[in-house]
Each structure stands twice: as C-alpha cells, then as structure tokens.
C-alpha cells in the first residue's frame, strides 16, 4: 500500500475490507510522522497514546459493521481549535502552556464519528499570516520544496495532507487561510459558508470572517469530512439553522454532469499581479471545464479591486478586541515582576504576542478609535455590504465564480518576511469569500516549472456547496492524471 | 450656604436582572457562593467560546421598557466596549451602543413642587463583569468571576432631575417598577441595583448647562442623595472661588462623605465600540412587542390608584403596601378573602407590619398566605374572635404555621354567646375581689378596667366584651344599690 496515494475513502475501503486495521492505519501515520516531520514540521504536538486509544475503540465499532465513514480515519488538527485537556498554543508564546478545557463542536463532531486525532498543526500566530512563518515555534515547509513555505496560516495542516501525514484535517479560513496553504500544498481545501460550520472552539481571530474548514487529498474527501462537521450548533450564535438535505458526499456516487454550468471570471483577478504560470494553467483549466460542458464567461465587479483593504481593516479591528483577553492574569503568558497591573498587561502582550500579530492589533485598534472609525472601520463596512452585493448580483448571472486562488504559487521562506504588505496580497483572490461568507474551495489544476503546484478555486452562492462540489469534483476527475505527490 | 446655583443631574441606574442562567451562557444568576464557582469556560472569556443571547434577558428588558415608558427598537444589536480591567475577562463587555433596545421613555415622580417628569433616553442591555478582592491578600488581588456575564440593564435618564430628593425618588420610583415587573430583585444592598451620578451647576438665570463631573457605582438611596449633595456643594465652592469645573469621573466614598477624582476628561477611556461579530442583532416584531407589553403584570402606580379610589385607603397606607411586592400581593389576596380591603390593610399595617419589624422579617418571608391571613381578618371583622386574641392568632400563625381556625379551636377563642357563661364568671370574679368591688362602690370609676380585665381573662378572650361590660355593670349596679 502508498501511503502517499491513499486518500479517506480508500482508506474506509481498505479497512472495512479488513485490509488494515483502525490500529495499524494510526501506527503507519505516527511511524511516517517519525521519519518525515522532522523535514515538514508540520505538527506542534502529537498525541500518540490517546490516538491508539481512539483507533482501538474504531477497530471494534469496524468490527461490529455498525460505523460511519470518518471512523478509524487518522486527523490533524490546526492548533488553534480546542481539544479538551490538550493544548491549544496558537503557534503563540502567549498561550504556550494553555491547556483547554473544553473540545470545539467541529471536533466532537469527529469525535462522535470515531476518528483518530494524531495530534496538532502548526500555523500562522493566531492564524494571522500566508507562510506559517508566524509561528513562536517552528518553520513548517512545502513538502513540494523544503525551501519553500507551505502557505498559510493553516500551513501545518496543508503540508500535513500534501505529505501524507494524515488522511484529513481542520483547519480555519479568514481570509484565505485553508484555501491558500491547500494550494501552495497541491491538496484541496474547503472554506464553508459562514455559520455552517460551528466557530466554538476555534480560537477567534476576526470573528465576522472565520470559519473552520476541511483540507484532505481529494473534493470527495473534503466533503466527507464537511458531512460530520457542518450542523447547527447552539453554542455558536451565528451557526445558520441549516441541514443539507443529503450528504455532501452523496454527489460523489457517480459521475458528475457540469454540463450547462455556468461560471464567472472576475477580470479584476487577471491584471498585472497574476503570475504568467498561473495565468497560463487558469486558461488550461478553463478548456478542460469547458471540454466537460461547462460555460466560462469573464465578467467585471468592480467592488473586487477594495476588498484586500476592507478585509484587513475589518479583520484587524475584530482580532484587536478578541486578543485583548490575553492580558496575563487568568492563563496564558504572564510577564515577571511587574509592580503594577498596567505593567503587568503592557509586558505580558508585548512579550507574549509576536510581531504579526502585534501590527495587526495596532492596525485594528487604531481604525476603531473614536475620531477614525467612521473614516476606516465604517467605511470598510460600507465595502463589505457593496461586495456582498456584487457577489449577489453575479450570481444571478452565475453558478460559480471562478478564480486562481493565488496570484503565484509558493515562494521561498524568509522572502516576504520583512514585507508584510507583500504578504497581505498572497490573500488578494481568497478574501472577497470571507468578506461576503461565501463557500469556496480551492484545487490543484497544475504546477509551475519548478514543480510548485497551484491552486484553482470555485467560488460558490451562500449555502452553495454542492455547486461547488460538484465543480471542483468535475473538474478533479478530469485533473487526476494529473495529480502529483511531493517526493520528500 | 445660600444657593445662587441650580443643580442639574441626570442618573445611569445600571440593574442585574433576575434571569435564571447568565447572559451569554447556562451558569446560575445568583448572588454570592464561593468565589469562582459559578462560571465556565464562556463566563469567563477562555480562548474559542462565544456568547449565545439568553433571549429571557432581551425580553426582562423590553419589560424594564414598557414599565418605564419608553419605545421599544424593532432592530438593536449588541456591541462590544473595550477596556482592560482584571475584573473583565474578555477585555470588553458586550453592551449596547447605538441601538438599544429601549429608548425615549420616563417616568413622573412626586416632588416639593407637584409631580415631574423625568425623560429617560435609553434602556441598553449588558453584562456585568466579575469582583476584585484587594484586602487580605498580601501584595497581590484575586478575582472573582462569578458575577461575570450576569444579565445587567442600564437605564440612562436625560439632565432632568434638580436635587438629591428628586433623584432620590426617581430611582426608588424606578426601583418599584422594576420590582413589580418581576425582572430584578432591586437589591442595592447586594449591588443588583447601583447608579452613576452626573451633576452640574449653573447660576440662576441661566440656562447654560456647567460642566458635569460624574460618580460611579454608588449602591444605595442615601448614598445617592448625599454624593448628590456633596457634589453640589464641592462645585459651588469652587465657582464661588472663581476657579471652573473641570469635567472628570469622581469615586464617592459614602463612608468618609466626600469624593476624589478618579480620571479627568483627557483621561477618559476611548472604548472603541464596534458591533459584535459574534451576536446576530435582536429584531422585534409589533406583534412580539405587543405580547410581551400583554403580559407584564399590573405595575405599581396603577396598583396605587386602584388602592386610593376602589380600597379607600389614604395614600400613606397604599404607598406603604406598595414597597414590596410580596406585601402588596399579600394585601390584595387578604383584601380579597376578607372582603373588606380597609380592614386588611390597617390589620397587615398595624400587626403584621409590626411582627416583621420585631422580628427582622422581609414581607417575602411570610409563612402564610393571604387567603388564610383573609379568614382571620374576616373573623375579627365578624366579632368572632376579639381584637386581642387575633394578635395572638397572627403571632401562633408566625410560629408554627397553622391556620387561623385551628389555632382558634385550640385555644377556644371563639367569642362565646353564651350570657350564663358569661354572667357566671363575672359573679365569680365579683366575689373574689370584694376589695375593688368595695372601691368601686366607693365611687373609683377606675376599678372597673381592673375587673373587665379580670373577667376578659378568666373567659381566655372569648367573652363579648360589649356582653362582659353590660353584666358587670348591672351585677355592680345591683350591689351599689344593695349598699
């Protein structure tokens, strides 16, 4: 058996054929995460001996036949979803040694399907950045190009999956942060509507924007994994009271018809800052969807070009207030021999927090103060309404909307660092999504001449999953000779 | 000082509701218990929860508006306040800026000059943060966070009132409303009701309001009054001096009488109010206003009216009732059962209000109901047990719980009929105090208390004293004329 081929539904395949055990499939993942995460770092922390517990306990429900999809299926998860009596850091010095009490719903929810939680990945400081770079604690790396950063913030979640050191994994998605790693990584990666996955237990960064998402090898895989983890939650209340009426994953029982599809392509996303390759493997796939009987049409939108801006606006003023919490007195960093309350905080923060985050809590509270809100937080409002409109109004017009879902594909570690600005545009296709709560979902479609994959995403109405599942599966079918693993 | 100085105040009464579970999450609201208790991973702000609206307090709010009078916002949304506190562990509250769910409302009040109208602007929702403990822990505060998330209303009146009485009455006018709304405790003793005080001054003949200076956290009436006045006078001096006001935020010590300034207006916290994300906003219908306005209970100014003019009582007496709601509930059913909702009133004023005073009872503590305290006023009324022996009753009623009757048959204190009892008794007390019978004779009128108070007793109460004095005066007559 490849390990590197093996996908979440060969996998149930193969352990409902009682071609592997829940026990083996978990010690395989652990021994490869031995030999490989050294190279990767991909993950902040494991949890080996709860792992085989869990793998124990899906061997019996296999055993016994009466067991879902998801049961026995080894998972990572980014470190900044809670798992009760774990820690949960954040990649952050400030929560370091924080150890939750409580799991989050999307975890429990794979709980309640008996799949084993290997342990947690790394990621952007409070998922604030493209490159993983952020984190306190290690550089995670392209399994494509060890020189070269897996995306980000999910970066230790996409890299996990690209090299096959687990099956599936949640990761959260602001502003790009599941779709892009997923496509520096050449794996899928899905970002739901808002409010269809529960945000309690994943640790706010811009509230109005986040969103937990699957990352995994294949579309049929993310949306096996979206069956277990979207649903009403009353401990989130901005959880939408929706259920889909069948499973995600039923739409993968055949093949999937696209034909009289129609998608859109925002002209904004094809000026000067599309890099050639990318450009060039967009108009390939353009033809293969076309060649399945899909129709692809350009279009304008022109609120596109402010939504960079409105993102980073918004969601720096949103993460300002959710990381004042972490103050240094109830958990968390706490700075030494402070005489004073005001001491106490001001170091705490200033040694516990890294510089990302950081700028972005000065961004954040500087467009919230009194005297420049209404020039910046209000305005970026208005923004927000005029492209959830624009989004409203192509889809009258569209099934989908079409995009790369970066402008260029991985680049070297330590190249942006000093040029957060740089940085912020790896995130210029990805955020307009978040901004308006849309469902997306991120594919491989090629690889550029070094090798690097790159990503292609489907951009879907609120609540449009399926559409876009369908589009991305169509598409992926067609792509999967294609398909490349990283050589590690 | 003679006063060349109007006074302009206006109060932020901030009120803990009375929800069972907290705001955003399902911890108890309730006062006191060990530190720390009575919160969770949301109470406490730990990194991943979120807040879910208790939809009990939006409605106990849009009940404090309807029973202050104010209009009730179709759509409000919530916002967060940010400061660092220790005391608050999210760093911001989540509060209500500028879409509360009540506003443009007021109450009248009673004052010097005849009734007022104070205008309230706004009724917000919010939650309360936790406690800071600073004696008795060394160089170091702990935090209690059980009070973190409890449901609070801040009720924010416009620049209307003019003296500490006014103020005074206002908020135990608002108080009361609260009360009988049945959405707050209103226990200033224990901070569930507490107000911030603005106060300015300007020379008579002006109308240009001074600059304000504000307290906060003041937890009770006369406390509010004296800060009030304090204030007024601090200001006055210093105009007097020539010198200005300067706008700034001032702790009241009520224990020292006076206040310090806590920060000026340069100082002042910029909040950075935003929408909460993690909130959808709260929307009404008409219809949903309407039921909730439907199914407030009758408030305490109707009560009022209802007690003057339908009960007769004098306005003392119906606003004596109408400070508690366990009193006023009491007095209406005894009214009810008794039928005579005079009597009742001046039974439970003058009884049952002076067993409570004794024994540092809270009317919510008495053990009885207003049906059975009824049938004992109903009994006095009918002159089937004496004004003494219901005393008795009442207080045997406190003690041990029985009803009136059996205590009544216990004790026979029924009042007995029967004139040969009666007249036997009286013969007897006769002949065995020949010596008052002798001074009575004699011509000391005073004598006869002493032997209507011997025969009273010698019958346990249960003797007519209408029947007792008519055949003690006649065996009396019989034997002065016997002389």
């Not at chain 1, 060969?10 to 409902?16: E, G, I, K, S």
């Amino acid at each position: 058996m490849d390990i590197t081929k093996l996908t979440i539904k060969r996998a149930r395949q193969l352990m409902d054929a009682k071609e592997i055990s829940a026990a083996e499939l978990t010690e395989l993942y652990f021994d490869r995460i031995k030999s490989l995460d050294d190279k990767i770092d991909s993950y902040l922390s494991t949890c080996e001996d709860k792992a085989a517990a869990q793998a124990q306990e899906a061997q019996k429900l296999i055993d016994s036949g009466n067991h879902s999809l998801l049961c026995g299926i080894p998972f990572s998860i980014k470190d900044n979803i809670c798992i009760e009596a774990t820690k949960t850091t954040c990649a952050s010095k400030m929560l370091e040694d924080f150890v939750s009490p409580y799991t989050a719903t999307a975890v429990n929810k794979l709980y309640s399907e008996n799949a084993v939680i290997l342990g947690k990945t790394n990621l952007d400081e409070f998922a604030m950045g493209g490159s993983t770079e952020n984190s306190a604690f290690k550089k995670t790396k392209n399994p494509f190009d060890l020189t070269r950063v897996p995306g980000g913030s999910s970066g230790g979640s996409a890299a996990s999956i690209s090299a096959s050191l687990a099956l599936g994994s949640l990761g959260s998605d602001t502003g790009g942060s599941v779709r892009q790693p997923a496509s520096f990584c050449g794996v899928v990666g899905m970002k739901p509507t808002y409010g269809l996955v529960s945000r309690y237990g994943l640790v706010a960064f811009a509230s109005s924007f986040d969103q937990i998402g699957p990352i995994a090898k294949t579309v049929e895989d993310c949306a096996i994994i979206l069956d277990s983890i979207a649903g009403h939650d009353a401990k989130d209340g901005t959880s939408l009271n929706y259920k889909n009426p069948s499973l995600y994953s039923s739409l993968f029982s055949g093949d999937i018809d696209i034909k009289g599809l129609k998608l859109g392509l925002p002209k904004e996303y094809l000026t000067e800052g599309l890099n050639s390759e990318v450009r060039a493997s967009l108009y390939t796939s353009i033809s293969a969807l076309e060649k399945l009987g899909a129709e692809i049409e350009e279009f304008s939108m022109p609120s596109l070009k402010y939504a960079i801006q409105a993102y980073y606006l918004m969601s720096s003023a949103e993460a300002s207030s959710n990381l004042s919490r972490y103050d240094g007195v109830k958990y968390g960093y706490r700075a030494d021999k402070c005489k004073s309350y005001q001491e106490l905080i001001g170091k705490s923060r200033a040694e516990g927090f890294g510089k990302e985050v950081k700028r972005r809590i000065l961004l954040g509270t500087y467009a919230l103060a009194s005297g420049y809100y209404d020039a910046y937080y209000k305005k970026a409002l208005k923004l927000r309404t005029m492209i959830s409109q624009g989004f409203e109004q192509a889809f009258t017009k569209y099934d989908i909307i079409l995009h790369p879902t970066t402008p260029e594909t991985a680049f070297k570690l330590g190249q942006n660092t000093d040029n957060p600005l740089t940085m912020y545009l790896a995130d210029i296709y990805t955020v307009a999504v978040n901004i308006a709560g849309l469902p997306s979902i991120s594919v491989p479609c090629g690889y550029d001449e070094n090798g690097l994959p790159i990503g292609l995403s489907f951009t879907g109405k609120p609540l449009g999953e399926n559409d876009i599942f369908k589009a991305a599966g169509a598409f992926e079918a067609a792509f999967i000779n294609n398909f490349r693993v990283p050589a590690i | 000082m003679i006063m060349k100085y109007i006074p302009t105040i206006g109060l932020e009464i901030h009120c803990e509701l009375s929800t069972k579970s907290k705001i955003f999450c399902d911890c108890p609201v309730s006062f006191g218990g060990e530190p720390n208790t009575r919160c969770c991973p949301v109470c406490t702000g730990l990194p991943g929860t979120l807040p879910v609206l208790n939809k009990k307090a939006v409605e106990y709010t849009v009940k404090a508006g309807v029973a202050l009078n104010c209009e009730i916002n179709e759509f409000s949304k919530l916002d967060r306040k940010n400061y660092f506190y220790p005391d608050l562990p999210k760093a911001y509250q989540i509060s209500q800026f500028d879409l509360p769910v009540c506003k443009d409302g007021g109450l009248t009040i009673n004052t010097s000059d005849g009734e007022k109208f104070i205008r309230i602007e706004r009724i917000h929702l919010e939650e309360d943060a936790g406690k800071l403990l600073h004696d008795g822990f060394g160089k170091y505060s702990l935090a209690d966070y059980n009070r973190c998330g409890v449901p609070l209303i801040e009720i924010v009146t416009r620049p209307d009132l003019s003296s500490s009485e006014e103020a005074k009455a206002f908020v135990e006018k608002v108080r009361l409303m609260l009360l009988y709304s049945g959405i707050s405790d209103c226990r200033m003793e224990e901070g569930s009701l507490r107000a911030d005080v603005n106060v300015s001054i300007r020379p008579f003949g002006t109308d240009e309001l001074g600059t304000r200076s504000e307290m906060k956290n003041i937890n009770s009436l006369k406390a509010i009054a004296r800060a009030i006045d304090s204030e007024i006078i601090r200001q006055s001096e210093i105009l007097e001096d020539g010198g200005k006001i300067i706008q700034e935020t001032r702790r009241w010590d009520d224990n020292k009488g006076e206040s310090k300034s806590l920060r000026s207006k340069e100082d002042a916290h910029d909040y950075r109010y935003f929408p909460e994300p993690d909130i959808v906003p709260v929307t009404f219908t008409k219809e949903e206003i309407e039921s909730i306005r439907n199914s407030m209970p009758e408030l305490p100014d109707k009560k009022f009216i209802k007690y003057t003019s339908a009960f007769g009582l004098n306005e003392a007496d119906a606003s004596l009732l109408l400070t508690s709601v366990s009193l006023s509930d009491l007095f209406e059913s005894t009214a009810e059962e008794c039928g005579n909702p005079k009597s009742a009133s001046n039974f439970i004023i003058v009884e049952v209000l002076r067993r409570l005073n004794d024994s540092g009872m809270l009317p919510e503590d008495i053990p009885f109901s207003g049906k059975v305290l009824g049938s004992l006023v109903k009994m006095l009324e009918n002159e089937e047990i004496t004004a003494a022996n219901a005393k008795k009753v009442l207080s045997a009623m406190f003690d041990s719980g029985k009803d009136p009757e059996t205590i009544v048959a216990e004790n026979a204190y029924r009042i007995t009929n029967d004139t040969g009892e009666v007249e036997k008794t009286v013969i007897e007390i006769l002949s065995n105090n020949e010596k008052a019978v002798e001074e009575y004779i004699g011509g000391k009128e005073k004598t006869f208390g002493f032997l209507m108070g011997q025969c009273s007793r010698a019958l346990t109460g249960r003797g007519n004293p209408k029947v007792i004095q008519q055949i003690l005066r006649n065996e009396l007559d019989k034997r002065k004329g016997g002389v």
